[in-house]
């Protein structure tokens, strides 16, 4: 019975993130780029995670809802939501890579994004959700700098 009571409120957890994430969907397209020709410089970005609808569907007590899975990330100006577009991306003087998502299990899981350095090693950010990631940066001719 307690694991039966823990599935609920996973399922109604579930069905939370995902009428949020549905939300937020909308919002996400309704900001302009900031391209890689215009320079900023001291400003500062967060990074939001971005979701794919699976084209499952999940039946909580008699209603199919839709289920989404962690698919990207986007940089965003902090100031103005605009979505950051760039070439090149380098943290703390490392030119990154590559980078990947992925969501950590459980309840309070926290979304992640790894950014990985040609010596084998990488860095990592992890936020609930949407936002909590902010760092300073530059854009100059394609290329983003983190510090």
């Given at each position: 019975m307690n694991t039966n009571k823990k599935t609920r409120v996973a399922i109604v957890a579930s069905i939370c993130l995902m009428i949020?994430?549905?939300?937020?969907?909308?919002?996400?397209?309704?900001?302009?780029?900031?391209?890689?020709?215009?320079?900023n410089i001291q400003n500062a970005l967060y990074i939001e995670f971005t979701y794919q609808n699976?084209?499952?569907t999940v039946n909580?007590?008699?209603?199919?809802?839709?289920?989404?899975?962690?698919?990207?990330?986007?940089?965003?100006?902090?100031?103005?939501?605009?979505?950051?577009?760039?070439k090149k991306l380098i943290i703390d003087g490392r030119a990154v890579i590559g980078s990947r998502v992925y969501a950590e299990p459980?309840?309070?899981?926290?979304?992640?994004v790894?950014?990985?350095f040609n010596n084998g090693k990488y860095i990592k950010f992890s936020a609930p959700m949407?936002?909590?990631i902010s760092k300073k940066y530059a854009l100059k001719n394609g290329t983003l700098t983190l510090w």
């Open positions: 949020f994430l549905a939300c937020l969907q909308d919002t996400i397209h309704a900001a302009e780029s900031i391209s890689s020709g215009q320079e699976t084209g499952k909580v007590n008699g209603v199919n809802v839709q289920s989404v899975k962690l698919s990207g990330f986007i940089l965003k100006n902090t100031e103005t939501n605009q979505e950051i577009k760039y459980g309840i309070s899981g926290m979304n992640v790894e950014f990985s949407k936002g909590a």
